[in-house]
């Protein structure tokens, strides 16, 4: 029984199976060219208008095939120089004990309900220091702030 | 709880050894394996597995079937789920061959919608041409044949009306679609005809943005999303299959959901 089993599920699988490959076949967030800014960076990657408020909470992935989770986005910054920071929880093991770190929001992208770190890799990301809220201000809920984007990794 | 197969007693220690070939030739995953692999496909298809080409076509020609029992069950009266407005999803996700980076934003001013084939007025059509017919509205699910999916709100010219106003004969097989980003594709005319198939210009309420295929690109509630064709510059009438970028590269055509 159980070849048969085994072959009409085969035939089963072929009959109604959908193609499935990924139609990206780069990855999508990759670094800036060097000697490119972030804000030039950005500006390449049609920056999208979106609310502060809807970007907290998203997930933070790394911009490869796997789609490593980084982190969640806790919070948006601006700093004393102007410049807009995602605050983002990153590092520790099954949630626990990580840190919040400040990235800049050129160093972002889009992919529809998450986004990822364009700009750094995990290896960059863990010699940031642990954010503090001095010398900064959030950035209000309803200020609407651009985000670049990107295809999917995978 | 004990196995029901399990012996009470074993009658002695070599037992296993005398018989080792036999439960060797019984292993269940080798027989999945086997039950899984390509094998099946030559039981199915006669053809010789070991030549690439052949397996190939054979998947193809099931993948044709496919379309065909998919158009037979498609219904041109259903409708698909729509949702609410605030489920939309602002920006909607991008997602194409290349990356963003690679976008030609095109000029709405200089635009024109080209028309082919079985269609009575050939005349070119301007973006305020299109903007000045009746526009519809949905909230609908994009779903990607890569598994993500999300809620977006499109608005602009059902596609059954353009058709019908250009005097499109409406009894042909397909409706195709050339893009600035050299992304040809096609659809059946049923689908071409439902109601939440659209020649959309807007998204979210707002005049599409560049990477998401201003002036016009076309959503369709009834397929997947690589059957939906951005920055959309011809359109064509016909009774020849007309293929489609990601068909050539062996995705089913229909592409139905």
Redesign the interface.
């Known amino acids: 029984m159980r070849p048969r089993f085994a072959v009409t599920t085969a035939c089963l699988a072929l009959l109604f199976g959908q193609a499935a490959q990924a139609q990206s076949p780069t990855p999508g967030g990759m670094p800036p060219p060097p000697g490119m800014s972030l804000a030039q960076s950005n500006a390449m990657r049609f920056p999208q208008p979106i609310r502060v408020g809807q970007l907290l909470g998203r997930v933070v992935l790394q911009p490869v095939e796997s789609q490593t989770v980084l982190g969640h986005i806790r919070g948006v910054v601006r700093d004393n120089q102007g410049q807009v920071l995602v605050v983002m929880n990153f590092g520790g093991f099954l949630g626990f004990g990580s840190r919040l770190i400040a990235v800049p929001l050129d160093a972002m992208v889009l992919l529809g309900e998450a986004t990822e770190v364009a700009a750094f890799t995990p290896q960059q990301l863990r010699r940031f220091a642990a954010f503090t809220p001095s010398g900064t201000t959030p950035v209000p809920a309803e200020t609407v702030v651009k985000v670049g984007l990107a295809k999917p990794s995978h | 709880m004990r196995s029901r197969v399990r012996p009470n007693d074993f009658s002695s220690a070599g037992a296993f050894e005398l018989h080792r070939p036999l439960i060797k030739s019984l292993e269940?995953r080798g027989?999945?394996r086997?039950?899984?692999?390509l094998?099946?496909?030559t039981?199915?298809t006669g053809c010789d597995v070991k030549r690439p080409e052949a397996v190939e076509a054979a998947?193809l020609a099931?993948?044709r079937?496919?379309d065909g029992v998919q158009a037979l069950l498609f219904d041109p009266n259903h409708l698909a789920p729509t949702y609410p407005e605030a489920m939309i999803?602002?920006?909607?996700?991008?997602?194409?061959?290349?990356?963003?980076?690679d976008?030609k934003p095109v000029d709405g001013s200089t635009w024109r919608l080209e028309l082919a084939g079985l269609i009575a007025e050939k005349r070119p059509w301007t973006l305020p041409d299109l903007q000045a017919m009746p526009q519809r509205s949905m909230v609908i699910r994009h779903v990607?044949?890569?598994?993500?999916d999300?809620i977006g709100g499109w608005t602009g010219v059902p596609l059954r009306s353009f058709l019908e106003r250009v005097g499109a004969d409406l009894s042909a097989k397909y409706v195709a679609f050339k893009t600035a980003d050299d992304y040809p594709s096609s659809i059946d005319m049923a689908t071409a005809l439902h109601p939440q198939t659209l020649l959309a210009l807007q998204y979210g309420g707002d005049t599409l943005?560049?990477?998401f295929g201003y002036p016009v690109r076309l959503r369709m509630a009834t397929k997947?999303g690589?059957k939906n064709p951005k920055w959309v510059t011809a359109i064509e009438v016909t009774n020849t299959y007309p293929g489609g970028y990601?068909e050539k590269l062996?995705?089913?055509w229909f592409g139905g959901i």
């Not at chain 2, 999803?89 to 980076?101: C, E, I, Q, W």
């Not at chain 2, 990607?144 to 993500?148: A, S, Y």
């Open positions: 269940r027989l999945l086997a039950g899984l692999s094998g099946a496909l039981l199915l998947l099931i993948s079937m496919n999803l602002r920006p909607p996700k991008f997602n194409a061959y290349y990356d963003v980076m976008v990607c044949v890569e598994g993500w999300y943005a560049d990477p997947l690589y990601w062996g995705f089913p």
